[in-house]
């Protein structure tokens, strides 16, 4: 594209250079009062890369590859496939409620494991496709690699249920797989919906003694983790200190959240605002 | 129209239409309400949809033999139950109704489009109608009618600026920041003013919504007003109890801001009532901060919000939409602002269902007296895409919208939606020939933003007074 050598077609904006300081697509220039050529494109790629984050369908296959050495690593039993009652992604947009549950025969599957294994566990970790297949494509393994190691090296033990993959879940659903697996915790990874410059957002949910009907104010929420927002490492601290917290307070949601001021969060130092002359010149 | 009102053998009022051989019948008025109302997903999620076209163009038949006398007899949600009803049924004027109160609902779309109806007889029953009747009127409107009567409304509101005169457009200058970043939010006001935007408001989306950070965002940008004495106002948009404290700690109030829906149970499920507001508003008016008028509230609605809080009593959306405009006029709002396609796929499903619920909601809020914007906006999951806000953007131009949404590059980093852009607000002035609110246009041509006489140009050179501003951006010690 040319936009840049044709300067009396585009008239190119001086503010440009203040994109160090904001990720807000400021100073992008004009063709007469229209976007330029070039920022039109970027923003269709941009859009066109969230679009397809909604509807690519999870690879299942690929997941399971990725999560097979983790269970081994982490001596866990192996990874259960399952499935929301929304039978596709047009239903599954429309009807959220259908998204919270599961399908009769993975609620079956979850009643047969838990009839072997005979006993409760402290944490069943519930990987769900969401709104961004490519969130959980690119953060589950490493995101999980992390945090089953920091679990190992915690203080207490933690006896973790089998993984799960969920199909067209939505955040709720962990509840329900997590009373399946009597599940003293619940931890949701879940996709979340995609921005224009953050299709690969995963979201973490936690919830203490899940069971079907709890609402938001029952669970805790750590978002945009992807190696473009919120790092694996600050992730994980965050999480665990979450879990750590909810385990010894035995609760989760709106009265886990008042009481912790978690340090690590919203770090942002505060900037200037450039548009005031500084105090100490005479004004302009 | 065809007779289809009947009494039923037991006595109990039914509404009931027969064709052919079938006979539809609907259990009550909100019944036929919600079956008439153009398809939703959200209706369709609530199961109080139409089951088929058939159907919905039967309620529509239906609905259009409902005389609007009906409305003021029957409550769709008990006046004993619901603060929104006792506040519709105890303000109407039956004098402002008089001149309409013999019209059906069918006939009432043929009066809003006679030439009887113009801005000043529009103007005259606007006291005389309750949001059920202009939601039951919207049902059984095409688009173009719902332009063309909404084209006719005046609605002019004040505070530092005159908005909503007519073939003016104005914008909602938008510079939200994920972290609420000072340099990040001040270089998105900086963009927006030299594209011409913010004559509605500078209003910002905190991203940690608590007081000590609303305050923070109010001084801000209460100190880019002042020092380059813009004829705007500002506002975060926090909860309004946040925004009261503000005002006790002697925070720069310019606008209090709320979300605010159609029924009493989604306004307690969003944490405040109608005194609350009255409150807000007193509070707000004692600053005197406004030099034009006062105007001093800032609603935001959108359809879908009464389902989400399942607080929506089995009404339609779109007719709980409606009703949130009752509690707004109560206040005498310098903005209202319907977010239209926020809310998501499951409420309103693509472009098409967008693009109506956007002309539905500036036309009833117009209709019933509202400075009525609309954020212009799409999710991700929402099949819905920069070419259908194109062709929203551009009805509700030629509708006379009050205001849009203006941000960069048409891209929420903050809220993680698509909404119009500064270039979308000068499409649209280029278009349609449409100006800024006069006293903010003159801001513009003074600061040299825009040539003057030159029906909306920009200027190529950065203008004097913010070339010094962005010396200091790079001056490197932010």
């Not at chain 1, 297949?133 to 945090?147: G, V, W, Y």
Request: with cysteine.
């Amino acid at each position: 594209m040319s936009d840049n050598k044709t300067p009396d077609i585009v008239t190119n904006n001086l503010w440009q250079s203040l994109r160090v300081y904001t990720d807000a697509r400021i100073g992008l220039g004009r063709a007469g009062v229209s976007l330029p050529t070039n920022a039109l494109l970027d923003f269709q790629l941009a859009h066109a890369q969230a679009q397809d984050a909604v509807h690519t369908p999870l690879d299942v296959q690929v997941l399971e590859e990725q999560l097979k050495p983790l269970a081994e690593t982490f001596e866990l039993a192996d990874t259960l496939q399952i499935h929301s009652q929304a039978s596709d992604r047009k239903t599954y947009l429309q009807r959220p409620d259908f998204g919270r549950r599961l399908d009769a025969s993975s609620a079956d599957l979850l009643r047969g494991r838990v009839s072997e294994i005979q006993s409760d566990v402290d944490l069943a970790i519930v990987i769900v496709d969401g709104l961004s297949s490519r969130a959980i494509s690119e953060n589950i393994s490493p995101f999980l690699t992390e945090l089953l190691s920091a679990l190992k090296q915690d203080k207490q033990e933690w006896s973790i249920a089998p993984l799960t993959v969920v199909q067209q879940g939505r955040v709720a659903i962990g509840d329900e797989v997590g009373e399946l697996l009597n599940a003293r915790t619940v931890l949701v990874l879940i996709g979340e919906r995609p921005g224009l410059s953050s299709p690969d957002s995963l979201g973490l949910y936690l919830t203490w003694s899940p069971r079907v009907g709890l609402t938001d104010a029952s669970r805790n929420c750590i978002s945009n983790i992807r190696k473009a927002g919120l790092i694996y490492p600050d992730a994980v601290r965050k999480a665990i200190y979450l879990l750590k917290e909810s385990r010894s307070r035995q609760l989760s949601g709106v009265q886990l959240k008042e009481r912790s001021q978690d340090p690590v969060i919203d770090g942002a130092e505060t900037h200037r605002n450039f548009l005031i002359p500084k105090p100490t010149k005479p004004t302009h | 129209m065809q007779d289809s009102l009947h009494q039923t053998s037991t006595g109990r009022s039914s509404y009931r239409y027969v064709l052919g051989t079938r006979t539809y019948s609907f259990s009550n008025l909100a019944d036929v309400m919600a079956k008439a109302t153009p398809a939703r997903s959200g209706d369709y999620l609530a199961g109080v949809a139409a089951e088929s076209s058939e159907e919905r163009a039967v309620a529509q038949q239906v609905l259009a033999e409902v005389p609007l006398k009906t409305f003021l007899s029957e409550a769709l949600i008990p006046y004993e139950e619901d603060e929104v009803t006792r506040l519709i049924m105890d303000e109407h004027d039956l004098d402002a109704f008089s001149p309409i109160s013999h019209l059906t609902v069918g006939d009432f779309r043929n009066w809003l489009l006679s030439d009887a109806a113009t801005s000043d007889s529009l103007t005259s029953i606007r006291a005389g109608i309750t949001p059920e009747m202009v939601a039951a009127v919207c049902k059984i409107m095409r688009n173009q009618d719902l332009i063309l009567v909404a084209q006719k409304c005046h609605i002019t509101t004040a505070f530092r600026n005159t908005l909503g005169l007519p073939g003016n457009l104005s914008t909602r200058l938008q510079p939200n920041h994920p972290t609420d970043d000072v340099t990040g939010i001040a270089a998105s006001i900086l963009d927006g003013l030299l594209y011409g935007s913010g004559d509605a408001v500078i209003g910002i989306n905190p991203a940690t919504d608590n007081v000590a950070q609303a305050v923070n965002l109010m001084k801000l940008m209460d100190s880019v007003i002042q020092e380059y004495e813009i004829p705007t106002q500002s506002c975060v948009l926090t909860h309004v109890t946040n925004t009261l404290e503000a005002i006790e700690q002697g925070a720069p109030v310019d606008l209090v801001f709320q979300s605010i829906g159609g029924t009493e149970a989604t306004n307690s499920s969003f944490g405040f009532n109608l005194s609350t507001l009255a409150e807000a508003q007193d509070a707000a008016l004692s600053l005197e901060r406004g030099t034009v008028g006062d105007n001093v509230m800032y609603f935001e609605t959108g359809q879908g919000s009464s389902l989400s809080a399942n607080a929506h009593h089995g009404l339609d959306q779109q007719t709980c939409e409606v009703r949130a405009y009752a509690v707004a006029r109560k206040f005498s709002p310098l903005l209202v602002n319907t977010v239209v396609g926020f809310i998501g796929p499951e409420y309103l499903f693509d472009g098409k269902e967008i693009i109506r619920a956007g002309l539905e909601d500036h036309f009833c809020g117009k209709l019933l007296g509202l400075p009525m914007g609309c954020d212009i906006c799409y999710t991700n999951h929402a099949e819905a895409d920069q070419n259908d806000m194109d062709n929203l953007l551009t009805l509700l131009g030629v509708a006379g919208c009050t205001f849009i949404m203006g941000i960069p590059g048409s891209d929420d980093i903050m809220l993680n939606y698509q909404t119009t852009s500064f270039h979308d607000a000068l499409y649209l002035r280029r278009a349609l020939g449409s100006s800024p609110a006069p006293e903010f246009e003159q801001w513009l041509a003074k600061m040299q933003i825009i040539e003057e006489n030159s029906r909306f140009t920009l200027n190529n050179a950065l203008p004097a007074s913010f070339a010094g501003s962005l010396k200091l951006a790079h001056e490197g010690n932010l």
